[in-house]
């Protein structure tokens, strides 16, 4: 960040955990139309190969013809093998590592799931795009929204690899801005509604462009 008057802070999509493109698509198609979107995470719910990489090419075209990249969740295959920008992968471990090595630089590569600052830090030093901070673990739970500050402020001033946090609630939005994030991450509390999407994430764009990012 380098203004400390206006937000350069960009929007990150995460859907639902999807078994079809076409029940989705209609309001995604309307989410991308209502504000400006950096990065679109596709959570998929079937375990069918073909039935993923069906939903992820149906979908890609949307994300992409909006100027956003589409990322899939974990698996650096599949998004090697469909029109996906790249993929998102859990921890600092070996994961981590395959996907660096098989989808860079052609690929974006980013990290979530990362319990601790030595974990952040060691996927800092691979080639990752972005951290992803406070995002909810497997069973649904979420940190503390002042706990994802606290990390996002930490890792704002002392890194540069860009990071991602995740808002549980459009309140949580400025506060991430706040510390220093460069992505603000949207979830399921996102998409509850389809006729309410369009409008939300209006509210989460006006709320990153009034508030003020720190100069770092």
């Known amino acids: 960040m380098q203004d400390g008057l206006m937000s350069k802070v960009q929007i990150f999509l995460i859907t ?17 139309r209502a504000a400006s979107v950096a990065c679109v995470l596709v959570r998929l719910a079937t375990r069918d190969d ?14 992409q013809e909006k100027g956003a990249a589409l990322l899939v969740e ?25 996907a660096v090595d098989s989808l860079k630089p052609k690929h974006i590569v980013g990290v979530s ?9 060691t996927a800092g030093e691979l080639d990752v795009d ?8 497997a069973d649904g739970f979420v940190q503390n929204i002042a706990k994802i500050v606290e990390r996002v402020e930490w890792w704002a001033q002392v890194f540069n690899v860009p990071c991602v946090a995740y808002a549980p609630r459009l309140a949580d939005v400025a506060p991430l801005v706040k510390a220093g994030a460069d992505f603000i991450a949207t979830g399921d509390w996102l998409w509850a509604e389809a006729d309410t999407t369009s409008s939300l994430l209006r509210e989460v764009a006006d709320v990153i462009r009034t508030t003020p990012s720190p100069v770092l």
């Open 16 to 32: 639902p955990r999807l078994v079809d493109a076409e029940s989705f698509a209609p309001q995604l198609e309307a989410a991308l």
């Open 50 to 63: 073909n039935s993923a990489k069906k939903l992820i090419k149906a979908l890609a075209p949307l994300v």
């Open 74 to 98: 974990q698996d650096s295959q599949l998004a090697a093998r469909t029109d996906a920008d790249g993929v998102q992968v859990s921890g600092a471990g070996q994961n981590l590592r395959d």
């Open 113 to 121: 799931g990362l319990k601790s600052k030595d974990d952040a830090m």
């Open 130 to 137: 972005y951290l992803m901070f406070g995002e909810p673990s």
